[in-house]
């Protein structure tokens, strides 16, 4: 089993910054990947970022593109995710998520074994 431990949310305004942070802790020999999924209150949980430990290769959903930054470090089982000029549409719930090797698409939520508990952000207009 891995465990995901998730901080750094809260509550910003509009053009703000918040940086997030998940520690992968337990049987994390066989990640190869950590992200994160969003969700927001009456919507479905999207795929936000995620990166492939071994190559610091990067996925970014087309929303935060240009905005958002994930990055890793593979020798503490952490990632992060920096997130700049935030918008009252990025409010969520935000999970940190890890696999157990073999991914391929990094976006799909499928490929994901290990889930946080989740943290809030909130952007206020």
């Known amino acids: 089993q891995v465990q995901l431990v998730e901080s750094g949310g809260g509550l910003v305004q509009a053009g703000g910054s918040l940086r997030l942070s998940c520690t992968a802790s337990g049987r994390t020999f066989r990640t190869s990947a950590m992200g994160w999924f969003r969700q927001a209150p009456g919507k479905e949980r999207e795929f936000v970022a995620a990166t492939k430990l071994s190559d610091g290769r990067t996925y970014y959903a087309g929303s935060v593109k240009g905005r958002f930054t994930i990055s890793g470090d593979s020798a503490k089982n952490t990632v992060y995710l920096q997130m700049n000029k935030l918008e009252p549409r990025d409010t969520a719930v935000y999970y940190c998520?890890?696999?157990?090797?073999?991914?391929?698409?990094?976006?799909?939520?499928?490929?994901?074994?290990?889930w946080g508990q989740g943290t809030q952000v909130t952007v206020s207009s």
């Open positions: 998520v890890s696999d157990r090797g073999g991914s391929y698409y990094y976006t799909r939520e499928y490929e994901y074994d290990y």
